[in-house]
């Protein structure tokens, strides 16, 4: 029997359209065109988010609770006042953190091995100050590779150099380390239950780590990356073999996925006891998605550019499985989209951009990503009614 078309019911669970638009505003012009297009559609927006830019909206906007402010320094060392987020949980209150509102951002220009994590680590101990025990943390969006050298010293760990002073906590530290007391961080963290939302699942060090793969957007020259790869690898052999030793050693520790988020802030709070799990499937969760998605017909997501590393734990990515999973078409709407059909596999039943790939890659003002945005969901909403319509449906 045919659904009634009053009946029928979109999933809009975009990430951010990163220099654009945010997942809220990008699922909000989503809406707008399917008023337009459908007027008796319902949609159910789910702004999603991978752990980086966004997480707090997106776990906000779908578990409530409220907003509130601490002062820690940033990724330039400079203090400023950082927004986290309280929440409701079943075992109590839960803190809600982005680091990228924190080492994403700098007050003043630094170079990439002076920035610092220490603020990530000085929040968490303010909030345990303050009763918090339950955290959830997303890594994503920093501007730092130190390795979470800053975030341990945040913590209260200690670093000292050959001749037994003690080191600034900056990434450059990573060079002339030679001495680790992580027992202060750990016993700061023992009683804690930290999980950990990584937007991507690389490790730590290597080829495929977060020197190679990201330092050179953080402004890492190419000469560098060997050697600062190096020294992290060396700080972090140093981390696992503070007593208690890592668990499986430091290859397991470094090579686990996710530890190379965030510069290596994966490493640092896995190395605490924190549960590393990957981030777009984890806000998926918190946020109730692959409930809505089981009750609605179709589901649309989007992000500012397709590539490859979107098929790899990236939001569309995850949304795309959830779809599979109870089987509802999925469709992509992203600004651009710089990889080749066969790259996006079988993921999506459509895959549209407001931006051929060939015009320039450099993000658009707000309200002209808006309108491309409603303009392109506005088609095929359009053409989804259409074909239903054709059915008899």
């Known amino acids: ?72 320094e940033d990724a330039s060392g400079v203090v400023g006042p950082v927004e986290y987020g309280v929440v409701d949980g079943p075992g109590g209150p839960v803190a809600v953190v982005e680091s990228a ?32 025990r339950r955290f959830w943390i997303g890594l994503g969006g920093s501007l730092t590779n ?19 002073r003690e080191l ?31 937007d991507v699942g690389a490790p730590l060090v290597g080829p495929d780590g977060a020197t190679f793969v990201f330092g050179p957007q953080k402004g890492l020259p190419a000469a560098s990356l060997s050697e600062v790869d190096a020294a992290v690898r060396r700080f972090a052999e140093r981390v696992c073999d503070a007593p208690p030793p890592c668990p499986g050693g430091p290859e397991a520790a470094v090579g686990a996925p996710g530890a190379g988020a965030a510069g290596g802030l994966g490493f640092a709070l896995a190395r605490l006891g924190a549960r590393l799990l990957p981030g777009a499937d984890g806000i998926a969760e918190l946020v109730g ?11 649309v997501t989007g992000e500012g550019q397709t590539d490859r590393q979107t098929l790899f734990g990236k939001v569309p990515a995850a949304v795309a499985r959830l779809a599979r999973l109870h089987g509802r078409p999925v469709f992509l709407l992203s600004g651009r989209i710089a990889v ?15 931006v051929p790939p060939e015009c320039a890659a450099d993000p658009p003002a707000p309200a002209v990503a808006r309108s491309r945005l409603e303009a392109l969901a506005y088609e095929l909403f359009s053409a989804l009614r259409a074909a239903r319509t054709s059915f008899g449906a």
């Open 289 to 299: 998605l692959e409930a809505a998605i089981a009750g609605a017909h179709f589901v």
């Open 340 to 354: 080749g059909r066969e790259g996006l596999g079988d993921r999506f039943a459509a895959a549209l951009a407001t």
């Open 101 to 132: 509102r924190i080492v994403g951002r700098t007050a003043r220009p630094v170079p990439v091995l002076r920035r610092t994590t220490v603020g990530l680590g000085r929040l968490i101990v303010h909030l345990r100050d303050a009763g918090f």
């Open 146 to 164: 130190d390795g979470g050298l800053g975030l341990l010293a945040g913590l209260g760990a200690r670093f000292r150099d050959a001749a037994g």
């Open 168 to 198: 600034d906590p900056a990434a450059e530290s990573l060079f002339a380390l030679a001495e680790v007391d992580l027992a202060p961080a750990l016993e700061k963290a023992a009683d804690l239950e930290l999980s950990v939302f990584a």
């Open 1 to 72: 029997m045919p659904i009634p078309r009053a009946a029928v019911r979109f999933v809009l669970a975009p990430d951010k359209f990163k220099g654009t638009l945010t997942a809220a505003e990008a699922a909000a012009a989503m809406a707008a065109a399917l008023r337009a297009a459908w007027p008796e559609a319902e949609a159910i927006l789910i702004p999603m988010a991978d752990g980086g830019e966004g997480t707090l909206e997106a776990i906000l906007q779908a578990r409530g609770g409220r907003r509130e402010v601490a002062f820690v």
